[in-house]
Nanobody, 128 residues
Framework: QVQLAESGGGLVQPGESLRLSCAAS????????IGWFRQTLGREREGVAA????????IYADSVKGRFTISRDNAKNTVYLDINSLKTEDAGVYSC?????????????????????WGRGTQVTVSS
């Protein structure tokens, strides 16, 4: 059974940076796709970034492109999300999940319905 655990969230001021971690006990697929999502009270969970562990390719939501970076450390079975220049609208619970299917990336990889095996999330609070 796959278990994902997010960490790295906290209270930060606008303009600061955070590194979030998604540590996996294992993956269901041989070449999984891992996605980072966020959810704020009153909003649906939205995909912000995804990474294919088969080739390292990445995709980002337009709202975070240029500020967020998704990467991996294979030795640690961990996928990172680096968030730079944090904005107040970036606040929320950030969760990672494994996509139901491997394969090439596309914008559809940011849809929450394409993922399962969610972690419990880590809270990011952005406040002055």
């Amino acid at each position: 059974q796959v278990q994902l655990a997010e960490s790295g969230g906290g209270l930060v001021q606008p303009g600061e940076s955070l590194r979030l971690s998604c540590a996996a006990s294992s993956f269901t697929l041989d070449h999984p796709v891992i996605g980072w999502f966020r959810q704020t009270l009153g909003r649906e969970r939205e995909g912000v970034a995804a990474l294919s562990l088969s080739d390292g390719s990445t995709i980002y939501a337009d709202s975070v492109k240029g500020r967020f970076t998704i990467s991996r450390d294979n030795a640690k079975n961990t996928v990172y999300l680096d968030i730079n220049s944090l904005k107040t609208e970036d606040a929320g619970v950030y969760s990672c999940g494994e996509a139901r299917h491997g394969g090439p990336l596309g914008s559809w990889r940011l849809r929450k319905g394409e993922y399962d095996s969610w972690g419990r999330g880590t809270q990011v609070t952005v406040s002055s």
